[in-house]
């Protein structure tokens, strides 16, 4: 079975998945870092390198594929597009042949807001206090991307609302709608 994490940027795809995988013994691969393993440099550097974000979702959908076309079980913290665009196609194609679970994890624009985590160029988290008007800003640009993203993330095979559940808690509510 491989356990595929959606959601907005910053819902914390990735801290799940990790506790996930540990909890149920499945590898763990976040596909922000297998893109950068992949293409030897960090995100920011090869979107800039891409004529759209399109063009680096095509790039970063190769590295999607790749993983999925291994034989083991695993969690996969996705992006926010991670069943639309390129990535669907992809998703998709696998589902065909392969006992995937898409997983959407929802929290409020408020509480993602407050988990925002900054990244240099070179993929380096950075100490960043934001005043009222950034925080303003960043509220803006979460609630668009939650219009932005809302009808590809309900494809999901499974919605699970995390809103104000501790992070070690969450992976025991996957594992109990996934029954496993």
Same mark, same amino acid.
């Given at each position: 079975?491989?356990?595929?994490?959606?959601?907005?940027?910053?819902?914390?795809?990735?801290?799940?998945?990790?506790? *996930?995988?540990?909890?149920?013994?499945?590898?763990?691969?976040?596909?922000?870092?297998?893109? !950068?393993?992949?293409y030897q440099k960090p995100i920011e550097k090869i979107q800039n390198e891409c004529f759209s974000m399109n063009g680096f979702r095509e790039k970063a959908s190769v590295v999607?594929?790749?993983?999925?076309?291994?034989? !083991?079980?695993?969690? $996969?913290?996705?992006?926010?597009?991670?069943?639309?665009?390129?990535?669907?196609?992809?998703?998709?194609?696998?589902?065909?042949?392969?006992?995937? $679970?898409?997983?959407?994890?929802?929290?409020?624009?408020?509480?993602?807001?407050?988990?925002?985590?900054?990244?240099?160029?070179?993929?380096?988290?950075? !100490?960043?206090?934001?005043?009222?008007?950034?925080?303003?800003?960043? *509220?803006?640009? $979460?609630?668009?991307?939650?219009?932005?993203?809302?009808?590809? *993330?309900?494809?999901?095979?499974?919605?699970?609302?995390?809103?104000?559940?501790p992070v070690e808690k969450i992976p025991d509510l996957i594992i109990e709608a996934l029954k496993l």
């Amino acid at each position: 079975m491989i356990i595929y994490l959606v959601g907005i940027g910053c819902v914390g795809k990735t801290n799940v998945g990790k506790i *996930l995988a540990d909890k149920i013994d499945f590898p763990f691969y976040d596909l922000d870092e297998e893109v !950068e393993r992949y293409y030897q440099k960090p995100i920011e550097k090869i979107q800039n390198e891409c004529f759209s974000m399109n063009g680096f979702r095509e790039k970063a959908s190769v590295v999607l594929d790749s993983i999925l076309n291994q034989d !083991e079980n695993s969690v $996969i913290a996705g992006t926010p597009a991670g069943l639309k665009y390129s990535y669907l196609q992809v998703y998709k194609k696998h589902k065909k042949k392969k006992d995937i $679970i898409s997983v959407h994890l929802i929290d409020s624009p408020e509480n993602i807001l407050g988990r925002m985590i900054f990244f240099d160029v070179d993929s380096k988290p950075m !100490e960043l206090v934001l005043s009222d008007s950034l925080k303003k800003k960043y *509220l803006t640009e $979460i609630k668009r991307d939650f219009n932005n993203f809302k009808e590809s *993330l309900e494809r999901a095979d499974l919605q699970v609302n995390i809103q104000n559940i501790p992070v070690e808690k969450i992976p025991d509510l996957i594992i109990e709608a996934l029954k496993l």
